[in-house]
């Protein structure tokens, strides 16, 4: 039942796209919120409109349209006045290059402020994008292409906030965890390539002291 209530509503979210843009650009965004609706489960569908699930993918894919930093945070809550679609949480958009141990570190980080997470979106793109960071397209996931970068675009639907500092603390705690994530990762993929020419090493000793007995 749930299954075909959120196969309907991706079904109309699809038509509706299709309705507000035109040609290539319709079926762009059609494959984008596909892959960005995936893995959800909608266990409000019957609360979601069509024109709220469009805003959202919009929004997203909009603020991830021009990257050429490491990560981009934004909180906000959207309203139909200004941003086309409404939300009962407040919104949480990220864009940043895939990793390890991202989406655990943002959850705890939420966590530890005492928000709940009411919805949680990471799809993971591979994305063309031109040496200012505009985007070119997202293309196939067994793509071999080296031009082309791994970018989680996580999406978090969080309590109702209406206190402009406590969202502007919140977006300086996750871009500081981006921080250190991307860090930890560095060194730890290094450990990992370190790791593993000392073992290469002994390995090629141990097979030497074996051939020459």
């Known amino acids: 039942m749930v299954n075909k209530k959120k196969n309907k509503l991706l079904t109309d979210l699809f038509s509706y796209i299709k309705k507000q843009l035109k040609g290539e650009q319709a079926d762009i965004l059609v494959k984008f919120a596909k892959q960005y609706y995936q893995s959800v489960v909608f266990n409000d569908s019957d609360k979601l409109t069509v024109v709220d699930l469009y805003g959202a993918i919009l929004s997203h894919w909009n603020f991830a349209f021009e990257f050429n930093t490491d990560y981009k945070v934004r909180i906000y809550n959207p309203s139909q006045e200004q941003h086309g679609w409404q939300s009962n949480h407040t919104i949480v958009e990220i864009v ?118």
């Open 96 to 213: 940043v290059k895939d990793m390890p141990f991202l989406l655990q570190s943002i959850s705890m980080e939420v966590n530890r402020h005492g928000f709940t997470n009411h919805l949680v979106l990471h799809p993971v793109y591979l994305a063309q994008r031109e040496l200012n960071g505009k985007l070119i397209g997202f293309v196939d996931q067994n793509s071999t292409d080296s031009e082309v970068t791994a970018e989680c675009l996580v999406h978090l639907e969080i309590d109702r906030q209406s206190d402009d500092a406590v969202m502007n603390l919140l977006q300086k705690c996750l871009s500081r965890i981006l921080v250190d994530v991307t860090a930890t990762t560095e060194d730890w993929q290094s450990c990992l390539e370190q790791m593993q020419r000392v073992i290469n090493e002994l390995t090629q000793a141990t097979d030497y002291k074996v051939h020459y007995s």
